[in-house]
């Protein structure tokens, strides 16, 4: 009975060894400053122009150009464990957005829609 316990409790702490989280592979960043975030379609004319990218100047401000305006915006952010909140002052109105960053892709929903925007 002695040894099938000692048994036991060495076949537990290997297991326990070899444990990890699903959070430990992610490469979510732990802040935004410096980064450019895409999101872009084709809008079946070839022309690649129709995209939005996201650059985060600091860890308040942040810009956003849309190319096929050729415009940019500039605009202020709040970022915290994955979740991100956008404000952009665009053509005379605050847009805000609510998204989540995970690995190199940040997710906002937009009037039901959402947008996957990739880390450049």
């Known amino acids: 009975m002695k040894k099938k316990l000692l048994f036991a409790f060495a076949l537990l702490a290997l297991n326990l060894t ?4 699903s959070d430990d592979n992610d490469d979510t960043p732990d802040s935004l400053v410096g980064t450019s975030w895409k999101w872009s379609v084709d809008e079946n004319d070839g022309s690649g122009d129709d995209y939005f990218i996201f650059s985060f100047i600091n860890e308040t401000d942040m810009t956003e150009y849309i190319g096929d305006d050729d415009k940019t915006y500039q605009g202020s952010y709040t970022y915290s464990k994955s979740a991100v909140t956008v404000t952009v002052y665009e053509n005379e109105r605050d847009i805000t957005l609510t ?4 690995g190199n892709k940040m997710t906002f929903a937009y009037y039901g829609v959402s947008s996957v925007f990739i880390r450049q």
Not at 18 to 21: D, P
Not at 99 to 102: D, E, I, L, T
């Open 99 to 102: 998204g989540r960053v995970s």
């Open 18 to 21: 070899f444990v990890s989280c």
